[in-house]
């Protein structure tokens, strides 16, 4: 409940939160042993990996192909500001939001879908149940909001299993 309260803060908070992500990711990868503040193209794909490890566990949706190699070399061009071959913290942020921009406009597509469609659907299908024996009754029982919330919750369940299959 606490995440979607954040969501209402803003643009400012899906900043933060994309930061963190590329500030953990970008620290894991980066090579401790050197005074090297940026990335060279093989930490850079191992760090591409390691986001979309963490996009296909942690958000809903189809699994999520990362770019190949070469894909990840133009977009490495394309994003070193400073022309020096690696890139640092902020041409790696803005590297990593290039690179994710399609999946999360389909991961939250997907949900707008999911969260929208559930209930209209549940509110269908409770008007359905009325002239069934037995069924019909105790549905029309439970109040609409507790209904559709019941039927998002199952549908959403559906769909990732559906998914992992």
Known sequence: MGQILEKFQGEDWKERQIRGITDRVFDRVKHHDTDRTSLTFEELYIAVLLVYNDINKRLPGPHFD??????????????????????????????????????????????????????????????????????????????NSVYASLVTVVLVALQQTAEKV
Request: glycine content about 4%.
């Open 66 to 143: 990362p770019p190949t190699e070469e894909q990840v070399k133009s977009l490495m061009l394309e994003s070193d500001i400073n022309l020096d071959g690696e890139l640092d913290r902020a041409e790696f942020v803005n590297f990593i939001l290039h690179v994710t921009r399609d999946t999360f406009v389909t991961v939250s597509r997907g949900l707008i879908i999911t969260l929208v469609a559930a209930p209209t659907l549940a509110l269908l299908t409770k008007r359905t149940t009325e002239n069934v024996p037995r069924v019909g009754k105790v549905v029309q029982k439970i109040p």
